[in-house]
């Protein structure tokens, strides 16, 4: 991790759930239309087991635009 706390390349991609440090497999792509436009996207990340559960919380919400697998490279797209 870089001294501003960013994710440096060689840091691993780790889920977003509380608690978890598995490998990120998906990102789960979103955002709240009443803080942010149209075209903005925030993502979490999360492990084969965590996917669901980060997913259904925010479609529940109305926030989830898109489900993507985690490329292999470290840079997060959109």
């Known amino acids: 991790m870089s ?3 960013s994710p440096t390349p060689a840091d691993p991609l780790v889920c977003s759930a509380r ?3 598995a ?3 998906w990102q789960l792509r979103w ?3 009443r803080l942010h436009d149209a075209a903005r ?3 979490w990340l999360a492990c084969a087991e ?3 559960t980060l997913g259904d919380f925010l ?3 109305g926030f989830l635009r898109e489900v993507a697998p985690v490329t292999a490279s ?3 797209e959109g």
């Open 3 to 5: 001294p501003d706390g």
């Open 19 to 21: 608690g978890c440090r």
């Open 23 to 25: 490998p990120a497999a």
């Open 31 to 33: 955002n709240n239309p």
């Open 41 to 43: 996207r925030k993502t």
């Open 50 to 52: 965590h996917r669901n």
């Open 59 to 61: 479609t529940a919400r």
């Open 74 to 76: 470290h840079t997060l």
